[in-house]
């Protein structure tokens, strides 16, 4: 038999092990020095330098916003800031996580949000009124959202848009973390969004009609049927239903309406 | 840190010197041949991890006792509590409430949901922070029968086809019925779905959909599900969300209904008793167990618990030997190890090439052959890729995709991609990717029936730690669906059996897990490790090493 140079993985799932001669590179945890070998996300380096997690991680994937952390450069005035999932270490890299940020979250119903959205949320959220448009909430999102505007919008009354200008946060506290004015504008965001797709925009009227039908038993029956079936004739159902064009536009019909 | 390290560039210079002539060969629409229906069998056999003997063993305990099971979820099986049974005093109860909810995703908030709006005092017993859960990383949508063209009767025949007919046809009668519901429900609770401007639902296929029937939130659908109704729970007085307290056994009474749980505080290192005439158990799927090694697309904290919990107290389990892998997970750069790289990408031209640049397999195989390849490129022909941080890999040679289709074509079809490459200094319209399979989605778990109860009285079970639904597997958008739909009947259900005169009330205990204790002991397995595991270790074995303590 020829021989043959078989490499197998070294790292098992996301523990870290770096092949030979990987080069490795300072970073401080918490003001601490460890060498970490490079390409690795601060996660995974706080791992690789002894630390489990119980805080600040989630997904290790850059949506659950649990992983903020702020930095510095060494020999650098700036701050910085990322999600630990998703920023790679740097050399010299001074770090500190951020894994939990007190914020002020009040009750609300639903309900009150549906006559004068504007004036309800004012009601909850005064202190968005008080941005001074510092714009330090900008700078710092890992997720490029323009903060301010977004209070701004809210501000304005424009919470349709303010809602889709936030809709990409995963709630990681780093602005709220950094605004001079104590607004937490993630939350507030939150329950922007909420009014838009609950009363900003217009209901699914098929949905409405759907629901009904759903509810009058309607489908059970053909359900009921389709259990009764042997294999060879729900895979011939299967097999033969008629599969809507990729192509097709909203509200389209199939050739067979019965069991619709 | 930008784009391809110097090792690395040098190969992709070999990927690029066979690219005209594999280009030259896909314009004539000549492609790498497909393996025949004997091959596939042979190279599932020998390489897919499902199909292998080697990574898989027979349970000897407990309710699937004989069955043969991946290593990793048969060690989780056969061990023993975490608690020294003696020390437990039951009788001093920290909580008690009528029901709890174990898991913070969701399944487990849907069931809070529905069991608070019935008047029950609810708690939420959850591991990490309330929605750090594999809910909130689904990107992709959610299916449901909405649109006046489709109907649950076709949403069932989608789903029993992609199970290749092995789903349980009640609990799949019960999903594709409840679906249209469930996205009222969400609507109605302000979640911002894709729609055109007059409120239709935007709707798109799915792999093996014959109607258009996949809802979606932008590419985050997950987490907008996960916030809004995370939000809505924090609006509800008798919800009482625990975090960084995972359940780590169930508490039974006398008569053998469940009763409760045993929490442990992951800060404080204390354990509590929770009382409770209703337990609904919703803690996901078990990708951090790492079976055979692979990454996982799964958050911290799937190490399937209430698998293991569950299992103790005597519940079956089902459909468990069927893992789902995805051929092509990202292995460069470390922050996108695991992420999901769509079949949408060979779908338009891109090839899977080895360490020469040169192709070895026809890139639109079944998802578990195209894997089984891959893992037999790089484990047996031994022409993978190494990355720095010790991955292996193969190319998918994105590249193409432009040459064939017109300059913009990869930033056109697939933006989310590009740009999370960009960002990390990588070009996909020039470079190609490494990609290897990834441990995706537990397809088995808990056996239940349409009304979500498992065969202990009292105990409730929704989401992804439950099996049958999606047979041997899944369709993508119908576990969104199921976890909604399960947990929903699952805080309902353990309402009404709250409300009845049925539920626990005789004495706590935890003779099951005596019970189960010394089964293991006959089967000589006295020495076996605690679990459940709660999160993942990672830690370097060189650290490991220099912990001198007992
Ligand atoms: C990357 C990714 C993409 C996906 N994309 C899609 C998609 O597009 N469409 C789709 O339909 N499905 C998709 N899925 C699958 C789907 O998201 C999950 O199967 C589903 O959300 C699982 O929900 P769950 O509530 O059962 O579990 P989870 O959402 O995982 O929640 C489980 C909860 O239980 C907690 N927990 C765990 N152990 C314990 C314990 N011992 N005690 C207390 N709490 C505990 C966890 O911390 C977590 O909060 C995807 C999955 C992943 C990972
Ligand atoms: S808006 Fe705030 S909470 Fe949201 S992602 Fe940006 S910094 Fe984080
Ligand atoms: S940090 Fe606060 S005050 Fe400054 S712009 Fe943002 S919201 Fe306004
Ligand atoms: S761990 Fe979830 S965003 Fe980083």
């Keep these: ?260 | 840190m930008s784009g391809y390290i110097h090792e690395l560039k040098e190969l992709i210079k070999k990927v690029e010197a066979t690219r005209p002539s594999r280009l030259e060969s896909a314009r004539k629409n000549e492609h790498f041949p497909a393996l025949s229906m004997e091959d596939r069998m042979k190279w599932l056999s020998s390489y897919h991890p499902d199909f292998k003997d080697e990574g898989r063993r027979k349970v000897k305990v407990g309710p699937n006792k004989g069955d043969v099971l991946p290593e990793e979820v048969v060690d989780v099986f056969e061990s023993r509590s975490r608690l020294d049974l003696k020390e437990v005093n039951l009788d001093n109860v920290d909580f008690e409430t009528d029901v709890l909810v174990i898991g913070g995703g969701g399944a487990g908030t849907a069931a809070a949901l529905m069991a608070e709006s019935e008047g029950k005092s609810v708690i939420i017993s959850t591991k990490l922070r309330h929605g750090d859960a594999n809910t909130i990383m689904a990107e992709g949508g959610i299916q449901g029968a909405t649109q006046e063209g489709d109907s649950p009767h076709y949403h069932y025949l989608d789903v029993m086809g992609g199970g290749h007919f092995t789903n349980s046809p009640d609990l799949v009668a019960a999903l594709v019925n409840d679906a249209p519901l469930i996205i009222d429900w969400l609507e109605e609770l302000g979640m911002m779905f894709n729609k055109y401007a007059d409120g239709r639902l935007m709707v798109r296929h799915g792999g093996g959909t014959c109607r258009k029937r996949m809802h979606s939130s932008g590419d985050m659908t997950g987490a907008e599900i996960m916030r809004v109704i995370r939000d809505e729970a924090k609006n509800r007085k008798g919800i009482n969300v625990m975090e960084f307290s995972p359940a780590v056994e169930l508490i039974l009474d006398r008569e053998g209904r469940c009763a409760g749980a045993v929490l442990y505080n992951l800060e404080t290192r204390e354990y509590y008793v929770v009382k409770a005439k209703a337990v609904v158990l919703a803690t996901g799927g078990f990708g951090r167990l790492h079976i055979q090694g692979f990454a996982t697309t799964n958050h911290y904290g799937a190490t399937a618990d209430g698998l293991v919990i569950a299992y103790r107290a005597g519940v079956k389990t089902c459909f468990l030997e069927a893992t789902q892998y995805h051929p092509t997970g990202v292995v460069y750069p470390e922050q996108n190890v695991g992420l999901l790289i769509t079949e949408k990408v060979r779908g338009l031209g891109a090839q899977l090439v080895n360490s020469e640049g040169n192709q070895f397999c026809f890139p639109l195989e079944p998802r578990d052959v195209e894997s089984a390849c891959i893992i037999r490129e790089c484990l047996d022909i031994g022409k993978g890729i190494m990355t720095p941080t010790g991955r292996i890999g193969v190319w998918l040679d994105s590249p193409m995709i432009d040459l064939l289709h017109g300059e913009g074509t990869v930033k056109k079809e697939l933006p989310a991609k590009y740009i999370q490459f960009k960002r990390y200094g990588i070009d996909i319209s020039k470079e190609p990717m490494l990609v290897y399979p990834t441990l995706h989605y537990q397809n088995g778990g808990l056996e239940i029936n349409e009304f979500a109860e498992t065969s202990v009285p009292g105990l409730f079970s929704a989401g992804e730690v439950s099996g049958g639904i999606h047979g041997k597997n899944r369709l993508m958008g119908n576990s969104l669906l199921d976890v909604l739909v399960f947990g929903r009947r699952a805080g309902c259900r353990a309402s009404e059996y709250v409300s009845g005169k049925k539920s626990a009330g005789s004495a706590l205990t935890l003779d099951h897990v005596k019970r189960f204790h010394k089964e293991l002991e006959r089967a000589g397995l006295k020495d076996a490790p605690t679990a459940p595991i709660l999160l993942p270790d990672y830690t370097p074995d060189e650290v490991k090493s220099r912990r001198w303590e007992k």
């Design chain 1, 1 to 260: 038999m020829s021989k043959k140079k078989i490499i197998k993985p070294l790292s098992v799932g996301d523990k870290t092990i770096p092949p030979e001669g990987a080069k490795k590179i300072p970073v401080y945890i918490m003001g601490k020095e460890y060498l970490i070998p490079e390409t690795l996300t601060i996660l995974k380096a706080i791992e690789y330098a002894g630390y489990k997690y119980t805080r600040g991680c989630g997904c290790r994937g850059g949506i659950c916003g649990a992983c903020a952390v702020y930095y510095r450069i060494k020999g650098s005035y700036k701050l910085k800031s990322g999600l630990a999932c998703q920023t790679v270490i740097e050399p010299d890299m001074i770090l500190a996580q951020l894994p939990f940020f007190p914020v002020n979250r009040p009750d609300y119903k639903m309900d009150v949000f549906k006559e004068d959205a504007h004036a309800a949320f004012r009601k909850i959220y005064p202190e968005v009124f008080k941005c001074v448009g510092c714009g330090t909430c900008t700078r710092v999102c890992p997720m490029d959202i323009d903060v301010m505007d977004y209070i701004a919008l809210m501000k304005r009354g424009e919470l349709k848009k303010a809602a889709e200008k936030s809709f990409d946060c995963v709630m990681c506290g780093l602005c709220a973390s950094r605004c001079p004015a104590q607004i937490s504008q993630f939350m507030a965001a939150m329950l922007v969004r909420r009014i838009n797709g609950r009363y900003l925009t217009p209901r699914a009227e098929h949905l409405k009609k759907r629901k009904k039908e759903v509810k009058s038993g309607k489908y059970e029956k053909f359900l009921k049927a389709l259990r009764k079936l042997s294999q060879d004739e729900l895979k011939k159902l299967y097999i033969e239903r008629e599969r809507e064009p990729d192509l097709s536009e909203p509200g389209w019909m199939p050739e067979d309406t019965t069991r619709l």
